[in-house]
């Protein structure tokens, strides 16, 4: 930010809830609804997006209405400033390539057997019916024939749709955890926001990926570290989007029959 910018900080009970809200959302959906309505006999195509990354884009809307809300008090406050929309430079990238490098070697190298290990584990197990991109005692064969139930041969609409309402939910995120939630626990927090950031996005948000409990904390953790030190939250999307393309990818090859 080139000039001064007055942010309030933000109690602990707000951040809970902020983070814990759209948490329990997840949590009971992912564990209540989705078995419920499998049983109605709805698609699994439907019931997965549907509870699992619609519930995550209201976070956009909402980042922006808190926005305007502190708008009102300090008329001069753009959008870009407030949440740290700035531009990308050299050393920014230099940033991105590490973090997503890290995040990649630990959640798919280094971290992997830990959450097939605890997914063993009947209290941390997953249900059953999880899809491969979630549960890690699913083996992924590829070319992937199929995905949540519906075939992948030749299946650019569905490639479309996903890239599509995966990447606006990991915007909507970004938009609100490191863009309005961490700038003012910074106020609260000092050197040490990112800390408290990343340990409410892991265990508010992820919760009920009880499996990943240990294993998911390296990425969560250095993703708003980095956007604290740059200061700038579309680092942080970078680095919590590319390695989520991996799931693209995979789709890519079905579509394609590359195995």
Known sequence: MKRDVIIKPIPLYSSILL??????????????????????????????????????????????????????V??????KERFRLNRITKKDWIWIVGGVLFVLLSDFVIMNPISKWMATIPLFSPPEYLPIFINPLKEINLPLNEFL????????????????????????????????????????????????NGLQWGYLVHFGMKWNFISFLPSMLITPFIAQKTRNTW??????GIPNTILWILILLGILGIG
Do not use: C
């Open 19 to 72: 983070f814990g809200i759209p948490g329990l959302t997840l949590y009971l959906g992912t564990y209540y609804a989705i078995p419920i309505f499998q049983k109605m006999g709805l698609p699994d195509i439907f019931l997965f997006p549907f509870f699992m990354w619609l519930p995550i884009l209201p976070l956009l809307p909402l980042s922006i209405i808190l926005y305007k809300r502190e708008k009102k």
């Open 74 to 79: 300090q008329p001069e406050l753009t959008l």
């Open 149 to 196: 139930g519906i075939s992948l041969r030749g299946n650019w609409t569905f490639l479309i749709l996903t890239i599509i309402l995966h990447s606006t939910a990991m915007l909507s995120e970004e938009f609100m955890w490191r863009g309005y939630i961490l700038p003012r626990q910074e106020k609260n927090y000092g050197k040490s926001a990112w800390l408290v």
């Open 235 to 240: 680092v942080s999307l970078f680095i919590h």
